[in-house]
């Protein structure tokens, strides 16, 4: 009995084991595509997270959890227009979005929140986006506008007859 919980284990650690070094592989390179694309530089990386130091934001991060997604913060309530080119630019990154598109579509979620008060949700291309303005109570309460990219789930580039 015990030696077949042993080999289970063992079996259970080889499998594990290469899933998770492929994980690995993969976030290496999305956040080496992050950085290539929107020219943000690493700050630190713990398991599946990334942050990055981006001169048109306060915070850059990359969570590579599936499913995949991009944070980007400012302090500012109506942050400068540099800003959502970098947003645009992570999308292209995360998602291979349009990044003319995705910039303007968060201007327009930016916007919207605004005048809402309430987070504010579209799409573009390959790319889910959720951008709030205002006070907040998390973690990243002392930024004033924050945009959320994450992969359109479910987009297959497999055309069907009919």
């Known amino acids: 009995m015990l030696r077949l919980s042993v080999l289970t284990v063992l079996a259970g650690a080889l499998v ?7 994980a690995a592989d993969a ?11 929107t020219g943000a530089s690493l700050a630190g990386r713990a398991g599946p997270v990334a942050v990055f130091r981006a001169q048109d934001a306060e915070r850059m991060s990359l969570d590579c959890r599936a499913p995949a997604r991009i944070t980007v913060a400012s302090l500012d309530r109506e942050p400068p227009p540099a800003y959502f080119v970098l947003i645009g630019r992570a ?22 929140s605004l005048l809402a ?9 390959r790319a889910l986006m959720l951008c709030e303005t205002g006070p907040r109570t998390d973690a990243l ?3 004033l506008t924050v945009c959320r990219i994450a992969p359109r789930a ?9």
């Open 16 to 22: 594990l084991g290469p899933a998770q070094a492929r």
């Open 27 to 37: 976030c290496d390179a999305l956040t080496a595509r992050v950085i290539r694309t």
């Open 91 to 112: 999308a292209r990154a995360l998602a291979g979005t349009d990044p003319a598109a995705a910039e303007v579509l968060a201007l327009n979620l930016h916007q919207a």
């Open 117 to 125: 008060s309430a987070p504010q949700r579209g799409g573009t291309g």
């Open 141 to 143: 309460r002392e930024d």
């Open 154 to 162: 479910g987009l297959s580039r497999i055309r069907r007859a009919g």
